[in-house]
């Protein structure tokens, strides 16, 4: 079953005290770089959804990999989300849509097999992260829902989708691993850790 990847990644990370923080280094790469090491695992359609600082960026995103621009990525997550969607609708024998951050980088390549295994099963229209009592990305959504999520246009993701869809999602657990990287103390405490 094929499915394409979208890693958001077009904020301009205003909480980072200057840094561009897609490009900040985790492991041997960056977060971002990491984010798409991680999708390939689970995908050869993979798509990197930018904005803030798209040429910076853009040149740190390895050639096989297709950049989709957002030009209005400062309207927030949905906006992203709806146009990767639009980017990638037309493939051909795609069954679904993996959405993703790309500050997460503790939701690996494991987690995101297990997602797509799961959604494998045909059980479920989406298969989400567990966050306690609510579900969240990464997400795989079936492609019926793309006519949804190509309408979200506000600074809020995919939420309210997940929330209408309830009766046919799933939740893996990410046992603490869900952790958003949104500001420079967070990162420096992250990488201490590590």
Same mark, same amino acid.
């Given at each position: 079953m094929s499915i394409a990847v979208l890693i958001l990644a077009a904020g301009a990370s205003t909480r980072m005290k200057g840094k561009i923080k897609q490009l900040l280094p985790w492991g041997s790469s960056t977060l971002l770089g990491h984010a798409i090491e991680q999708a390939k695992t689970v995908s050869d359609h993979c798509h990197v959804v930018l904005g803030s600082n798209l040429d910076i960026i853009a040149r740190q995103v390895p050639s096989h990999i297709k950049i989709v621009y957002n030009p209005n990525w400062q309207s927030g997550l949905g906006s992203s989300i709806s146009t990767g969607v639009s980017s990638i609708k037309e493939q051909e024998d795609l069954q679904g849509v993996l959405i993703m951050l790309a500050d997460q980088p503790f939701l690996d390549?494991?987690?995101? %097999? #297990?997602? %797509? #295994?799961?959604?494998?099963? #045909?059980?479920?229209?989406?298969?989400?992260?567990?966050?306690? !009592? %609510?579900?969240?990305?990464?997400?795989?959504? !079936? %492609?019926?829902?793309?006519? #949804?999520?190509?309408?979200?246009n506000k600074d809020f993701g995919a939420q309210q989708i997940i929330l209408e869809q309830q009766k046919y999602a799933v939740g893996i657990e990410s046992n603490g691993r869900q952790v958003d990287i949104d500001t420079m103390e967070k990162y420096n405490q992250l990488i201490e850790n590590k």
């Open positions: 390549a494991p987690f995101l %097999k #297990e997602m %797509k #295994e799961t959604f494998i099963q #045909e059980r479920y229209t989406i298969v989400a992260t567990s966050y306690g !009592d %609510k579900l969240g990305v990464p997400a795989i959504f !079936d %492609k019926t829902l793309f006519p #949804e999520l190509l309408m979200l």
